[in-house]
């Protein structure tokens, strides 16, 4: 009876194990704009609301959510207009046709991430406002002047940054393109992919937006595995 009830033991922590939830939390990270997250006061950029100690809300609510936003639950915030007449995205002379079109990205998660991260959305208002009943809306401050989020320019243009709101495969089996994996060898490799057909490369393909990311890189910026050695990068670049 001790035997069995030891070999019961060891199964169901081997079995905790195996379901435990990562150890990165968005709570107290950069994500979380609540008035009690210190990680949020931290470095150049400083973004948090003052009066109001809730993680969640400040992206999703419970009543009141976006129902057009399909690809994030109770959608809480206002989207900025990401089509390719408000926005200019990444080019190059070695940019594959395939890599180039952007026709997936106002379905992406492009517009939900720009919403804080275009440099003049973070305080636009909220669909539920926090913590107010009497619906006014409650302030991200933002303590460093001048952030600009990705947008460094301010003119809109995502130039400098890497291709979203693609179908990978249609890159990685064009004729130009030699330098890719697979799409199945890159999702084995750590990358994750979105849409219809789960092969869109979004922003989420490299940032897991409710997880911090890995102590080896710092905790940011919510890579969805090291870049130590370019390991990221490498998930889909075959170099």
């Not at 084995?188 to 490369?201: D, K, P, R, S």
Request: hydrophobic residues 35%; proline residues 5%; negative net charge.
């Amino acid at each position: 009876m001790v035997r069995i009830g030891v070999v019961f033991l060891l199964v169901c922590l081997a079995a905790g194990a195996a379901w435990a939830t990562p150890s990165g939390k968005i709570s107290n990270s950069a994500h979380d704009l609540s008035s009690s997250s210190s990680y949020a006061r931290q470095g150049a950029e400083q973004h948090f609301e003052t009066d109001f100690d809730r993680v969640c809300a400040y992206c999703h609510t419970p009543h009141k959510g976006d129902l057009t936003v399909t690809n994030a639950p109770l959608w809480n915030r206002t989207n900025p207009d990401v089509t390719t007449a408000a926005y200019d995205y990444y080019d190059s002379p070695t940019l594959t046709a395939a890599a180039r079109g952007v026709a997936a990205v106002a379905n992406s998660d492009v517009p939900l991430c720009m919403s804080c991260h275009d440099g003049t959305s973070l305080t636009s208002p909220l669909k539920n406002p926090v913590g107010n009943h009497d619906n006014t809306f409650t302030t991200i401050q933002q303590i460093s002047a001048g952030s600009t989020g990705l947008l460094l320019d301010g003119t809109n243009s995502l130039t400098n940054d890497h291709p979203v709101g693609f179908e990978y495969d249609a890159a990685e089996t064009d004729a130009a393109e030699s330098n890719l994996h697979p799409l199945a060898t890159a999702k084995t490799n750590g990358a994750a992919f979105f849409g219809t057909g789960a092969n869109e490369l979004w922003c989420s393909s490299c940032h897991a937006v409710h997880n911090p990311g890995l102590a080896a890189d710092n905790n940011i910026p919510f890579l969805r595995k090291t870049n130590a050695g370019s390991a990221l990068c490498l998930a889909c670049h075959d170099k």
